[in-house]
């Protein structure tokens, strides 16, 4: 049974909004924290809405953990904003995160599911429970120092920590490189990838709302650290071929030599793009699957094909590739 009613902070962004609504099928209470008043927040009528401001060290937590159970903690600065110093990733993602738990913890709060990220461990190769973590860049060691302090938090309060690490997450409303591939299939533009053989996981933003539940339902969760994927992994020519078919287009893939791409876009400026597009970066889930004996809800056939649907749908998403 799940703890209730449940507080989900980042509520209106691209996981909150696939969470509460689905607390809300379940019959669960929900309360979601948004940062500035919303005449018409995009959530299901019965989620209640508290504004609590940005996210810091300072953040007043009182009202919104009033007679709360549970905190789903998604709401972070991302590591896509061009704008961003590093120490606003510390102040949001890791001291905004502590602060927010130590007022949980203290409000009685029986479980936090903490929404990590892989980039708290690594950006390549295949990750395990056992992988050293090794953050590359300030986002993940925004995340990784997160992490620490909940699990310190945990042993000195008893609160329940739980903390997901996901891959690239998909679906409905998604944004930044996922949404600019969409558009570039969509557009029929040849993509020189076909040579690239690579293995990437990625995660169903409906799953990852599933998996949320049951870490915050399943007993044995408590002061487990998941990865969590759609399952399989696909190489960079597999998605494309996916999400083509979802399109209703064809995957206008050609063949190119990986380390002449990976050059060029280097020499653009955009190592980082290519590293994803062409590296590997796969996780291990199986913990998460066997312990709490989880399957992803939704295949990756059916998760491209929702995606494409709202993709193509009215007033779909516009603007440069």
């Avoid at 949320?212 to 339902?217: E, G, P, S, Y």
């Avoid at 650290?225 to 998605?239: C, H, K, N, Q, R």
């Avoid at 290519?274 to 590997?280: E, M, S, V």
């Amino acid at each position: 049974m799940i703890p209730a009613p449940v507080l989900v902070t980042g509520a209106t962004g691209f996981v909150g909004r696939s969470l509460c609504r689905l607390l809300v099928e379940r019959g669960i209470p929900c309360r979601a924290a948004i940062r500035i008043p919303l005449a018409a927040p995009d959530l299901p009528t019965p989620v209640q809405s508290v504004v609590t401001g940005d996210i810091g060290p300072a953040t007043d937590w009182s009202e919104a953990l009033t007679e709360v159970e549970a905190v789903v903690h998604l709401a972070a600065r991302v590591h896509h904003l061009k704008d961003d110093q590093p120490g606003l990733y510390r102040q949001v993602n890791t001291l905004g995160t502590l602060h927010l738990a130590g007022q949980a913890a203290r409000a009685g709060v029986r479980r936090f599911v903490f929404l990590s990220s892989v980039k708290a461990v690594g950006e390549s190769g295949h990750l395990t429970p056992d992988t050293p973590p090794t953050p590359a860049d300030a986002y993940g060691r925004s995340k990784r120092e997160a992490e620490l302090g909940l699990r310190d938090l945990e042993a000195r309060t008893g609160m329940e920590v739980v903390i997901l690490r996901p891959p690239l997450v998909y679906g409905p409303g998604v944004r930044a490189n996922f949404l600019r591939l969409l558009r570039l299939i969509d557009r029929g533009v040849p993509l020189p990838l076909a040579s690239v053989d690579n293995r990437r996981s990625l995660l169903y933003v409906d799953n990852l709302a599933d998996a949320i539940l049951t870490c915050l339902a399943h007993p044995a969760a408590a002061g487990q650290t998941f990865y969590v994927s759609d399952g399989e992994p696909l190489s960079t020519p597999a998605l494309i071929r996916h999400l083509a078919h979802a399109l209703g287009r064809p995957a206008r893939l050609v063949p190119f030599p990986p380390v002449l791409l990976r050059l060029a876009a280097r020499l653009l400026g955009r190592g980082a793009l290519a590293d994803r597009l062409l590296g590997d970066l796969t996780v291990d889930d199986l913990p998460l699957r066997r312990t709490l004996t989880w399957t992803p809800p939704c295949s990756i056939e059916e998760g491209m094909a929702r995606t494409a649907r709202w993709y193509m749908q009215p007033g779909r998403p516009s603007g440069p590739f």
